[in-house]
């Protein structure tokens, strides 16, 4: 029996959910916030929180890997999957659409290659563990990536490169560095590798 290996090299395993962002918490009014989509598109989006919350649904169990070494197993999130918005012509990325920008609250940003954008293991989360995101994890829409145990066919890439306090796609023909990747981090992030820096 083959024992399929879950912890990347580098880190340790955790029982807590350890917060860490940049920039204080924002506050949400659901009567003026928007979520914005554009860029390399066939057609730019702006969706209301309750356009958000007509949105289909899924439910995803990941292993999380944050950059700071720590990893916590067997979470449960409940979202978005860009992957089944995309295949049902929901959101239309344009031919040359290549790379994607998240924007998030206090002008924060990460990227991340199309393919890696549209995988099952990338979420556009609404719900932990059951219960709506609180605000310190993002509340009330965050990007989320980890690991799917068992699938090893799937890029894995370190947990920042999700963005708390989502507010938009760039969907784009090259890549540009989010926050972090200017900042020094590794433009990738495969957990795997340990492409921190």
Request: proline residues 9%; charged residues 20%.
């Amino acid at each position: 029996m083959t024992t399929i290996k879950r912890l990347p090299p580098g880190q340790h395993p955790t029982s807590g959910f350890p917060t860490l962002h940049y920039g204080p918490i924002p506050g949400f009014n659901p009567a003026t916030w928007d979520f914005r989509i554009w860029g390399a598109v066939e057609e730019p989006i702006v969706w209301t929180w309750d356009q958000i919350l007509d949105l289909p649904r899924v439910k995803v169990n990941l292993d999380l890997h944050c950059v700071t070494t720590w990893s916590k197993f067997g979470t449960e999130w409940e979202g978005i999957s860009p992957k089944m918005l995309v295949e049902q012509g929901v959101i239309k990325p344009s031919p040359e659409a290549r790379f994607v920008m998240q924007h998030a609250e206090h002008g924060y940003t990460t990227n991340l290659p199309l393919s890696v954008f549209l995988q099952e293991n990338f979420l556009i989360a609404t719900h932990y563990n059951g219960q709506p995101l609180t605000p310190e994890h993002g509340y009330p829409l965050r990007g989320v990536t980890g690991s799917i145990p068992g699938q090893t066919d799937l890029k894995d890439v370190y947990l920042w490169k999700g963005a708390k306090w989502l507010r938009g796609l760039e969907f784009m023909a090259r890549d540009q560095f989010g926050f972090w990747e200017a900042n020094g981090y590794h433009n990738e992030g495969d957990v795997w590798m340990e492409q921190r820096t």
